[in-house]
C-alpha cells in the first residue's frame, strides 16, 4: 500500500511540475519563423578572433552572375527563390552544381567561384559571410580560372 502512495505522489508532482513549466513559458505572438533551407555540415568548426559576420540578401535576375571570386572564410548560402549554379575553378571539369529554393550549401575560404542564374526566374539567396576582416569586402575578385571557359 505504500508503494502505491509512493508512486500517486510522484505522478502527481510530475504533473504538477508539467503545469509549472508551462505556466512559466512564454509563447511567442505575431511572428512567423520561414525556414529557409537545411543540410548538415560534418565536422564544421569555425574560429574566430576580431572578425566581421556579415549576413546578405543577394538577388540575380536571370542570366545574372556574380563574377569570379572567393572568399577569406566559409559563407553559408540559403537559396530562398528560384535556382542558383554555382562553378567552382576546384572542379577540374568546371561543371556547375544547381541549387534550388530550399536548399543550403557552404563555400569554402578560397575556393574561386561563380554564381550563375541559368534560369527564367529571379534567384534570391541569403549569405552569411563569416570571418570578413573587420570593415572589409565579404568577397575577392579573382580573375577566370583557364579550366572554365
Not at 513559458?25 to 543540410?39: F, Q
Request: proline share 6%.
Amino acid at each position: 500500500m505504500k508503494r502505491r502512495s509512493l508512486v500517486l505522489v510522484v505522478f502527481a508532482l510530475a504533473i504538477g511540475m508539467a503545469a509549472a513549466g508551462l505556466a512559466i513559458a512564454t509563447p511567442g505572438s505575431g511572428i512567423v519563423n520561414v525556414e529557409l533551407g537545411r543540410h548538415t555540415i560534418p565536422n564544421f568548426t569555425a574560429h574566430f578572433e576580431n572578425r566581421d559576420i556579415v549576413v546578405g540578401e543577394l538577388s540575380f535576375a536571370p542570366g545574372g552572375f556574380s563574377g569570379w571570386h572567393s572568399h577569406s572564410g566559409k559563407v553559408i548560402v540559403a537559396v530562398a527563390r528560384g535556382s542558383i549554379t554555382i562553378y567552382r575553378a576546384s572542379d577540374p571539369a568546371c561543371a556547375g552544381t544547381t541549387y534550388h529554393a530550399g536548399d543550403l550549401f557552404v563555400e569554402r575560404p578560397g575556393v574561386v567561384h561563380e554564381a550563375r542564374n541559368e534560369g527564367t526566374v529571379a534567384a534570391v539567396v541569403n549569405a552569411t559571410y563569416l570571418s570578413v576582416p573587420p570593415g572589409g569586402a565579404v568577397r575577392i575578385d579573382e580573375p577566370q580560372p583557364a579550366n572554365c571557359v
